[in-house]
C-alpha cells in the first residue's frame, strides 16, 4: 500500500551556511557547506546530502544566487540526484535559478544537488575569458510532501504585468516591479471651503479590480466536487479612494467555472461563480495588512455545461456590488510594506477537485493498467459471466464477499461467495448474477491498539540503539492483527543538546524518523501492518544522554476500517468459433457467404487502413444481407498440420472488418452483381478526432477506449464501447491540435518512443513497443530448406525509401506563452487552456548522402514533454530529438540490396495454414540462392478467385511506416538438408 497520503510529513531543509567558489563549464561541482535551515528542525544532513526520514511522495525545491559578474553572459546547469543518481537536469540564463522535482521517497534516501557554471565574459577588443561562479550563501533546499491541490505561486497564478514577487520563509507575495511601473502622483482632497481647498500630493501605485487570478484552468466534468481554501495576506490601501469616496471595499475570493452550451443556435459560452468568500479590507486609509482565510465550506458539485474552474481574488465596493480597482499609497520600509496581495506558505491556495467515488483510481503495483478501483462496491451488466480481476494491498492479503444485487430496489441480495485473496495475488473470477448487478464488500477489521511505556532510564550510545524496559511487554511489538495504523513515538531525554534523534522500524526496515526539539523527540506516521510484522524504537545521540521513563512510549492504533481490496477489471469472457465470436464490445454470429462469390481481394499493411473487396454474382445478396455497418470476416480452413484433409478441421482468421461501401449493378437479364468494400479498426482512428498527444502509448487508453474497436496497448486490454471523446486535458495531455485525428496524434506518441501500429488480423488495434524477431515463417527457392517455396521474389536496390534528412516536427504545450499572461480587467472572463506549441524543430542529415541522392527528407510528428505542471512550470521539454534521428539516418541514409517482395501460391492446406496467420510486423526468414535474410512484413495482399489463392507479401517501407525495425544479422551462406553449401 503507498503511503503518499496516509503519513503526516515533517518538511526539510538546508541553507548554504557561506558562498561556495570553483563552479565551472567542464565539471559537474556538488554543493557543500549545507546547515539546517531556520524553521525545518527535523532536518537530517549527511555530508552534503539532505537524509530522507520518512517514506512519501514528496517535492524537492532547490533555490540557487549566484554572485554577479559585470559584462558577462551565463549559463548555470542545476542537477538533483537521489541516492547519486540524476533525476532532474534544468538550465538558466540568470544568476538566479530554481528547479524541482517530484518523487516517491523512502527512509535513507539521500538529495544531493550538483551544478556546472558556464560564465563568458569578454570587454570591447580582448579575448574571450570563461569564468568560474559563486554560489552565495543563503541558497537553500526544501523536501516536503507533494500536495497535488496546492497551487504553485508564481507558476500557476498572474498578476497584474507591472508586478514582482516578494518571497520570505512563510509568505508569496506580490509587490510593484519599480523597473516597470513608477509610482503615480495624484491629488487628494482632504478639506475645503468656497474659497480655499487644502491639497495633499501622494505617490502611489494603482491594483487591480483583479488582484489575482489562475494562469490556465483546470479541466473538469459534471459530478465532480470542487473546494478551495487558503489563508491570505492583503494590504490596505493607506489613502482614502477618490473615485469612490466613503466606499466600504471588499476582497472576494471566487472559484468560477466555464463552459459551453449548445443549443440549435450554436455552443454559448457559460460562466458561474461556484463559491467564494468575501471579507472587508477596513479602513481604506490605513497601510497595514491584514489576514484572510477561506472557512470550510461544502464542496460545490460540478453542474452540467461546466468544464473548467479558475480561482479570482478582485477588489468591490461594498455600496453597488462593483469592481473597482484602487489606489495604494506607497509605504515606507521598501518592497516588504508595499506588497498588496499573496498567501501563507504553510496555507496556501488550494483548489480540491474530487471525481465521483467510482471514478477514483489508485495505483496498484499488481494492476495491469497500473492503477485500479479501491474498495468499488457495485457493479452492472453480469446477467452473462464476467471476468472480475480483483486484489488485496500490493503488501497484504484480504478477503472480498460478492453479493447479488437488485439495481431497481438498491437492495442487496443472496451471497455469491467468499474469496480470499493471498498477498501478492492478482485473482481472476469468474462472476454471473441473475439479478444484472453485484455487490462487493469485505469483512469489518478494527484491532486493538498497542501500548508500550519505558521503565527506568537508559544509556544512549552514539549509535542507533533499542529502546528497552518498556513495562507492559516485550521491547519489540510483535503485530498481531492487520490494518491501517498510526504508529505514534515520544522519547525524553535528560538534555536538550542537538544531535537526539529517534525513529521506528518494521521488521528491521526504518519507516519514520524524528529529530528531538528541546529534551522531547516525538511523531506519529501512518502505515499499513501485517500481522507478524516487528515493530520496535530506537533511539541515538551526540553528547551523553539518557532516555528517561517518563512519557517515553510507543502506541499503535488502528483506524476503524473493512479490509481493502482493489478491483482492476470487470470485462466480458471472450471466445472464438467458427460461426460465434465473444469479444469485450460484441457477441457475433457468422454465417457463410462464399456461395455466391466470384473473387476476394485484401490489402493489409502497417499503419494504414485495410481493406477487403467482395464480388458476388448473386441474386440473393442484393436484398441488405450485406448492409453497410455489418461484420465480415475472412476465414481459411486446414487440418492442423495435415496437408490433406486427414486431420480435425480447423481455421484461421485472415481478415475481419465491417462494411463501409456497397454497390449493386445488374446485366442486361437483370441479375445482380454485389460488390462489397469492407475496411478494418484503422479507419476508425482516420476518421475520428484525436485532437490530444501525449508522450507515453499507455496515456492513450482513455482515447482508444472509447473508439469502440477492440485496443491493445502493449499487451494490455483498453476495449470500450463507441463514447464521445473525453476531456484530454484532465489527463495532462502534452499538446493538442484541434483538427488532429486520432491516427495522426498516435502517430507522434509511436514515432516519439520507436513503436509500432497495426490492425491485427481480427480487427484489433494493436500497439507494441518492441517486434518479436523470430521468424514466423521461412520461405526460400529450395522448399527443403523452407516452410513455402516462393513463386516470384523481388530483390535488389531501390533508393526510393532513403532518408538522408529527418524532421522532428515537435507537439508540446508553450509553457512561455501562459507565463506572459496577465490580469483581466473584469469578471467572469474566459480562460483559455495552455496554448500548444507546433513547430519543427532543426533538421537532421547527411550532407554526403545528399550529395549522392538529393536531398530525401521525411517530416516524423513527434511529441516533446510530458505535459506533467511540475515540468511545464520549469519550461522542462526533456532532450532533443538528435540521437533519435541519428538512429535513423542510420539505417535510411544509403541504398540498400535487400528483398521488397515475394510471392506466394499454397499447394496444400498447411501451408494455407501458416500463411493466413501471418501479422503485419512478423519475421520472415527468405532464402535467396547463397544467401539469407530476415525482414519484416509491412504489407499483405491476397487475391482469391476461381478456388486460385495467391499472397503477396511486401517488407519495404512506405510513408508514415515505422523506420526502426530491429536488426537481424544476415547470414551469407548455409546448407540445405542435402547438405550441399551454397
Same mark, same amino acid.
Given at each position: 500500500?503507498?503511503?503518499?497520503?496516509?503519513?503526516?510529513?515533517?518538511?526539510?531543509?538546508?541553507?548554504?551556511?557561506?558562498?561556495?567558489?570553483?563552479?565551472? /563549464?567542464?565539471?559537474?561541482?556538488?554543493?557543500?557547506?549545507?546547515?539546517?535551515?531556520?524553521?525545518?528542525?527535523?532536518?537530517?544532513?549527511?555530508?552534503?546530502?539532505?537524509?530522507?526520514?520518512?517514506?512519501?511522495?514528496?517535492?524537492?525545491?532547490?533555490?540557487?544566487?549566484?554572485?554577479?559578474?559585470?559584462?558577462?553572459?551565463?549559463?548555470?546547469?542545476?542537477?538533483?540526484?537521489?541516492?547519486?543518481?540524476?533525476?532532474?537536469?534544468?538550465?538558466?540564463?540568470?544568476?538566479?535559478?530554481?528547479?524541482?522535482?517530484?518523487?516517491?521517497?523512502?527512509?535513507?534516501?539521500?538529495?544531493?544537488?550538483?551544478?556546472?557554471?558556464?560564465?563568458?565574459?569578454?570587454?570591447?577588443?580582448?579575448?574571450?575569458?570563461?569564468?568560474?561562479?559563486?554560489?552565495?550563501?543563503?541558497?537553500?533546499?526544501?523536501?516536503?510532501?507533494?500536495?497535488?491541490?496546492?497551487?504553485?505561486?508564481?507558476?500557476?497564478?498572474?498578476?497584474?504585468?507591472?508586478?514582482?514577487?516578494?518571497?520570505?520563509?512563510?509568505?508569496?507575495?506580490?509587490?510593484?516591479?519599480?523597473?516597470?511601473?513608477?509610482?503615480?502622483?495624484?491629488?487628494?482632497?482632504?478639506?475645503?471651503?468656497?474659497?480655499?481647498?487644502?491639497?495633499?500630493?501622494?505617490?502611489?501605485?494603482?491594483?487591480?479590480?483583479?488582484?489575482?487570478?489562475?494562469?490556465?484552468?483546470?479541466?473538469?466534468?459534471?459530478?465532480?466536487?470542487?473546494?478551495?481554501?487558503?489563508?491570505?495576506?492583503?494590504?490596505?490601501?493607506?489613502?482614502?479612494?477618490?473615485?469612490?469616496?466613503?466606499?466600504?471595499?471588499?476582497?472576494?475570493?471566487?472559484?468560477?467555472?466555464?463552459?459551453?452550451?449548445?443549443?440549435?443556435?450554436?455552443?454559448?459560452?457559460?460562466?458561474?461563480?461556484?463559491?467564494?468568500?468575501?471579507?472587508?479590507?477596513?479602513?481604506?486609509?490605513?497601510?497595514?495588512?491584514?489576514?484572510?482565510?477561506?472557512?470550510?465550506?461544502?464542496?460545490?458539485?460540478?453542474?452540467?455545461?461546466?468544464? $473548467?474552474?479558475?480561482?479570482?481574488?478582485?477588489?468591490?465596493?461594498?455600496?453597488?456590488?462593483?469592481?473597482?480597482?484602487?489606489?495604494?499609497?506607497?509605504?515606507?520600509?521598501?518592497?516588504?510594506?508595499?506588497?498588496?496581495?499573496?498567501?501563507?506558505?504553510?496555507?496556501?491556495?488550494?483548489?480540491?477537485?474530487?471525481?465521483?467515488?467510482?471514478?477514483?483510481?489508485?495505483?496498484?503495483?499488481?494492476?495491469?493498467?497500473?492503477?485500479?478501483?479501491?474498495?468499488?462496491?457495485?457493479?452492472?451488466?453480469?446477467?452473462?459471466?464476467?471476468?472480475?480481476?480483483?486484489?488485496?494491498?500490493?503488501?497484504?492479503?484480504?478477503?472480498?464477499?460478492?453479493?447479488?444485487?437488485?439495481?431497481?430496489?438498491?437492495?442487496?441480495?443472496?451471497?455469491?461467495?467468499?474469496?480470499?485473496?493471498?498477498?501478492?495475488?492478482?485473482?481472476?473470477?469468474?462472476?454471473?448474477?441473475?439479478?444484472?448487478?453485484?455487490?462487493?464488500?469485505?469483512?469489518?477489521?478494527?484491532?486493538?491498539?498497542?501500548?508500550?511505556?519505558?521503565?527506568?532510564?537508559?544509556?544512549?550510545?552514539?549509535?542507533?540503539?533499542?529502546?528497552?524496559?518498556?513495562?507492559?511487554?516485550?521491547?519489540?511489538?510483535?503485530?498481531?492483527?492487520?490494518?491501517?495504523?498510526?504508529?505514534?513515538?515520544?522519547?525524553?531525554?535528560?538534555?536538550?543538546?542537538?544531535?537526539?534523534?529517534?525513529?521506528?522500524?518494521?521488521?528491521?526496515?526504518?519507516?519514520?524518523?524524528?529529530?528531538?526539539?528541546?529534551?522531547?523527540?516525538?511523531?506519529?506516521?501512518?502505515?499499513?501492518?501485517?500481522?507478524?510484522?516487528?515493530?520496535?524504537?530506537?533511539?541515538?545521540?551526540?553528547?551523553?544522554?539518557?532516555?528517561?521513563?517518563?512519557?517515553?512510549?510507543?502506541?499503535?492504533?488502528?483506524?476503524?476500517?473493512?479490509?481493502?481490496?482493489?478491483?482492476?477489471?470487470?470485462?466480458?469472457?471472450?471466445?472464438?468459433?467458427?460461426?460465434?465470436?465473444?469479444?469485450?464490445?460484441?457477441?457475433?454470429?457468422?454465417?457463410?457467404?462464399?456461395?455466391?462469390?466470384?473473387?476476394?481481394?485484401?490489402?493489409?499493411?502497417?499503419?494504414?487502413?485495410?481493406?477487403?473487396?467482395?464480388?458476388?454474382?448473386?441474386?440473393?445478396?442484393?436484398?441488405?444481407?450485406?448492409?453497410?455497418?455489418?461484420?465480415?470476416?475472412?476465414?481459411?480452413?486446414?487440418?492442423?498440420?495435415?496437408?490433406?484433409?486427414?486431420?480435425?478441421?480447423?481455421?484461421?482468421?485472415?481478415?475481419?472488418?465491417?462494411?463501409?461501401?456497397?454497390?449493386?449493378?445488374?446485366?442486361?437479364?437483370? /441479375?445482380?452483381?454485389?460488390?462489397?468494400?469492407?475496411?478494418?479498426?484503422?479507419?476508425?482512428?482516420?476518421?475520428?478526432?484525436?485532437?490530444?498527444?501525449?508522450?507515453?502509448?499507455?496515456?492513450?487508453?482513455?482515447?482508444?477506449?472509447?473508439?469502440?474497436?477492440?485496443?491493445?496497448?502493449?499487451?494490455?486490454?483498453?476495449?470500450?464501447?463507441?463514447?464521445?471523446?473525453?476531456?484530454?486535458?484532465?489527463?495532462?495531455?502534452?499538446?493538442?491540435?484541434?483538427?488532429?485525428?486520432?491516427?495522426?496524434?498516435?502517430?507522434?506518441? /509511436?514515432?516519439?518512443?520507436?513503436?509500432?501500429?497495426?490492425?491485427?488480423?481480427?480487427?484489433?488495434?494493436?500497439?507494441?513497443?518492441?517486434?518479436?524477431?523470430?521468424?514466423?515463417?521461412?520461405?526460400?527457392?529450395?522448399?527443403?530448406?523452407?516452410?513455402?517455396?516462393?513463386?516470384?521474389?523481388?530483390?535488389?536496390?531501390?533508393?526510393?525509401?532513403?532518408?538522408?534528412?529527418?524532421?522532428?516536427?515537435?507537439?508540446?504545450?508553450?509553457?512561455?506563452?501562459?507565463?506572459?499572461?496577465?490580469?483581466?480587467?473584469?469578471?467572469?472572463?474566459?480562460?483559455?487552456?495552455?496554448?500548444?506549441?507546433?513547430?519543427?524543430?532543426?533538421?537532421?542529415?547527411?550532407?554526403?548522402?545528399?550529395?549522392?541522392?538529393?536531398?530525401?527528407?521525411?517530416?516524423?510528428?513527434?511529441?516533446?514533454?510530458?505535459?506533467?505542471?511540475?515540468?511545464?512550470?520549469?519550461?522542462?521539454?526533456?532532450?532533443?530529438?538528435?540521437?533519435?534521428?541519428?538512429?535513423?539516418?542510420?539505417?535510411?541514409?544509403?541504398?540498400?540490396?535487400?528483398?521488397?517482395?515475394?510471392?506466394?501460391?499454397?499447394?496444400?492446406?498447411?501451408?494455407?495454414?501458416?500463411?493466413?496467420?501471418?501479422?503485419?510486423?512478423?519475421?520472415? $526468414?527468405?532464402?535467396?540462392?547463397?544467401?539469407?535474410?530476415?525482414?519484416?512484413?509491412?504489407?499483405?495482399?491476397?487475391?482469391?478467385?476461381?478456388?486460385?489463392?495467391?499472397?503477396?507479401?511486401?517488407?519495404?517501407?512506405?510513408?508514415?511506416?515505422?523506420?526502426?525495425?530491429?536488426?537481424?544479422?544476415?547470414?551469407?551462406?548455409?546448407?540445405?538438408?542435402?547438405?550441399?553449401?551454397?
Amino acid at each position: 500500500m503507498t503511503l503518499t497520503d496516509l503519513a503526516t510529513i515533517n518538511p526539510m531543509g538546508a541553507s548554504k551556511s557561506s558562498n561556495q567558489t570553483g563552479f565551472n /563549464r567542464t565539471t559537474w561541482t556538488e554543493v557543500s557547506g549545507w546547515s539546517v535551515r531556520t524553521g525545518y528542525p527535523s532536518t537530517s544532513l549527511v555530508g552534503n546530502a539532505i537524509e530522507i526520514q520518512q517514506k512519501h511522495r514528496g517535492i524537492i525545491r532547490f533555490n540557487a544566487w549566484f554572485e554577479f559578474q559585470a559584462f558577462a553572459q551565463v549559463n548555470i546547469a542545476i542537477r538533483l540526484k537521489l541516492n547519486g543518481q540524476v533525476v532532474r537536469t534544468i538550465s538558466h540564463s540568470t544568476r538566479s535559478g530554481a528547479i524541482s522535482y517530484v518523487g516517491d521517497f523512502k527512509y535513507g534516501d539521500r538529495v544531493t544537488v550538483e551544478i556546472k557554471y558556464e560564465s563568458k565574459f569578454q570587454f570591447l577588443f580582448f579575448p574571450m575569458q570563461y569564468l568560474n561562479g559563486t554560489l552565495l550563501g543563503g541558497s537553500y533546499m526544501t523536501i516536503e510532501k507533494y500536495d497535488r491541490s496546492a497551487i504553485d505561486f508564481q507558476f500557476d497564478m498572474t498578476y497584474d504585468d507591472s508586478s514582482n514577487f516578494y518571497f520570505t520563509e512563510n509568505l508569496s507575495m506580490v509587490a510593484p516591479d519599480y523597473g516597470k511601473k513608477q509610482p503615480d502622483l495624484y491629488q487628494v482632497d482632504v478639506s475645503g471651503s468656497s474659497d480655499s481647498v487644502t491639497v495633499y500630493e501622494d505617490t502611489g501605485f494603482t491594483w487591480g479590480p483583479v488582484l489575482a487570478q489562475s494562469r490556465t484552468p483546470i479541466p473538469v466534468d459534471e459530478g465532480y466536487a470542487v473546494d478551495f481554501s487558503g489563508k491570505f495576506r492583503v494590504r490596505r490601501f493607506g489613502i482614502s479612494q477618490k473615485d469612490n469616496p466613503g466606499s466600504n471595499f471588499m476582497l472576494r475570493l471566487s472559484l468560477w467555472g466555464q463552459g459551453t452550451r449548445s443549443d440549435e443556435y450554436g455552443d454559448q459560452e457559460v460562466s458561474q461563480e461556484l463559491m467564494y468568500y468575501e471579507t472587508a479590507f477596513g479602513s481604506t486609509s490605513a497601510s497595514t495588512f491584514f489576514d484572510v482565510t477561506i472557512p470550510v465550506n461544502t464542496p460545490v458539485i460540478i453542474p452540467d455545461n461546466i468544464n $473548467r474552474v479558475y480561482f479570482t481574488a478582485v477588489i468591490k465596493t461594498a455600496s453597488n456590488d462593483s469592481l473597482s480597482p484602487a489606489k495604494y499609497r506607497v509605504a515606507s520600509g521598501g518592497v516588504a510594506n508595499n506588497c498588496y496581495f499573496g498567501w501563507y506558505n504553510s496555507e496556501p491556495l488550494k483548489i480540491i477537485v474530487t471525481p465521483p467515488d467510482d471514478q477514483i483510481t489508485h495505483e496498484h503495483p499488481l494492476s495491469l493498467t497500473g492503477v485500479a478501483f479501491k474498495n468499488r462496491k457495485y457493479f452492472s451488466n453480469v446477467s452473462e459471466p464476467k471476468k472480475l480481476v480483483v486484489m488485496g494491498a500490493h503488501d497484504s492479503s484480504t478477503q472480498v464477499l460478492i453479493y447479488k444485487y437488485d439495481l431497481a430496489t438498491s437492495t442487496r441480495g443472496s451471497l455469491i461467495g467468499t474469496y480470499s485473496i493471498a498477498e501478492g495475488e492478482r485473482k481472476v473470477l469468474s462472476v454471473q448474477s441473475d439479478t444484472g448487478a453485484i455487490e462487493l464488500d469485505s469483512p469489518n477489521t478494527t484491532p486493538a491498539s498497542v501500548n508500550r511505556t519505558k521503565s527506568g532510564n537508559q544509556a544512549i550510545a552514539g549509535s542507533w540503539t533499542d529502546i528497552a524496559g518498556f513495562t507492559n511487554g516485550s521491547n519489540t511489538i510483535t503485530v498481531a492483527e492487520s490494518g491501517l495504523a498510526t504508529i505514534s513515538c515520544v522519547a525524553k531525554f535528560s538534555d536538550s543538546n542537538s544531535g537526539k534523534q529517534i525513529r521506528f522500524l518494521v521488521n528491521g526496515v526504518v519507516q519514520s524518523a524524528w529529530v528531538a526539539s528541546g529534551t522531547t523527540a516525538s511523531g506519529s506516521y501512518q502505515m499499513y501492518l501485517n500481522a507478524g510484522d516487528q515493530v520496535n524504537m530506537q533511539a541515538i545521540r551526540v553528547f551523553d544522554s539518557s532516555v528517561l521513563a517518563t512519557d517515553t512510549k510507543i502506541d499503535i492504533t488502528y483506524v476503524a476500517s473493512k479490509m481493502d481490496y482493489y478491483v482492476e477489471s470487470l470485462t466480458a469472457e471472450t471466445w472464438d468459433t467458427l460461426y460465434e465470436t465473444q469479444t469485450r464490445l460484441d457477441r457475433i454470429e457468422w454465417a457463410d457467404i462464399t456461395d455466391d462469390l466470384n473473387s476476394i481481394t485484401v490489402q493489409r499493411q502497417e499503419f494504414k487502413s485495410g481493406k477487403m473487396t467482395l464480388k458476388f454474382v448473386s441474386d440473393q445478396l442484393g436484398n441488405g444481407t450485406l448492409a453497410p455497418g455489418k461484420r465480415v470476416r475472412l476465414v481459411t480452413l486446414n487440418y492442423g498440420d495435415s496437408e490433406t484433409a486427414e486431420g480435425l478441421q480447423d481455421y484461421v482468421v485472415v481478415f475481419t472488418g465491417t462494411i463501409r461501401d456497397f454497390k449493386v449493378s445488374y446485366n442486361y437479364d437483370g /441479375r445482380p452483381y454485389v460488390e462489397v468494400d469492407i475496411y478494418d479498426a484503422f479507419k476508425t482512428l482516420e476518421e475520428s478526432e484525436g485532437y490530444y498527444y501525449y508522450d507515453k502509448p499507455l496515456e492513450y487508453a482513455n482515447m482508444l477506449h472509447g473508439v469502440g474497436k477492440q485496443v491493445v496497448i502493449d499487451q494490455l486490454e483498453v476495449t470500450g464501447p463507441y463514447e464521445d471523446a473525453p476531456d484530454g486535458l484532465q489527463n495532462l495531455p502534452s499538446s493538442y491540435q484541434s483538427s488532429a485525428k486520432i491516427d495522426e496524434t498516435l502517430e507522434a506518441v /509511436r514515432n516519439t518512443n520507436k513503436g509500432y501500429v497495426y490492425v491485427d488480423r481480427t480487427d484489433k488495434i494493436v500497439y507494441k513497443s518492441d517486434l518479436n524477431s523470430d521468424n514466423k515463417l521461412s520461405v526460400g527457392d529450395s522448399y527443403t530448406r523452407s516452410d513455402i517455396s516462393y513463386g516470384k521474389i523481388e530483390k535488389g536496390t531501390s533508393t526510393e525509401s532513403i532518408i538522408n534528412m529527418v524532421k522532428p516536427e515537435e507537439h508540446s504545450l508553450d509553457a512561455v506563452a501562459i507565463a506572459k499572461r496577465n490580469v483581466s480587467n473584469t469578471v467572469p472572463f474566459t480562460l483559455e487552456d495552455i496554448p500548444d506549441k507546433h513547430q519543427m524543430a532543426k533538421y537532421f542529415y547527411r550532407q554526403d548522402s545528399i550529395n549522392i541522392y538529393g536531398e530525401r527528407s521525411e517530416v516524423f510528428p513527434v511529441v516533446r514533454g510530458t505535459g506533467q505542471l511540475m515540468d511545464l512550470r520549469l519550461a522542462e521539454y526533456g532532450s532533443n530529438f538528435r540521437e533519435w534521428a541519428i538512429d535513423i539516418l542510420n539505417d535510411y541514409d544509403l541504398h540498400k540490396n535487400q528483398v521488397s517482395r515475394v510471392m506466394l501460391v499454397p499447394n496444400n492446406f498447411n501451408q494455407l495454414k501458416q500463411i493466413s496467420e501471418l501479422e503485419i510486423l512478423d519475421a520472415v $526468414r527468405i532464402y535467396y540462392k547463397n544467401e539469407e535474410h530476415t525482414a519484416f512484413i509491412r504489407k499483405i495482399e491476397w487475391y482469391v478467385q476461381n478456388n486460385h489463392i495467391r499472397v503477396e507479401i511486401y517488407f519495404q517501407r512506405e510513408k508514415r511506416q515505422s523506420a526502426w525495425l530491429p536488426s537481424i544479422e544476415t547470414v551469407d551462406s548455409y546448407t540445405n538438408l542435402w547438405f550441399d553449401t551454397w
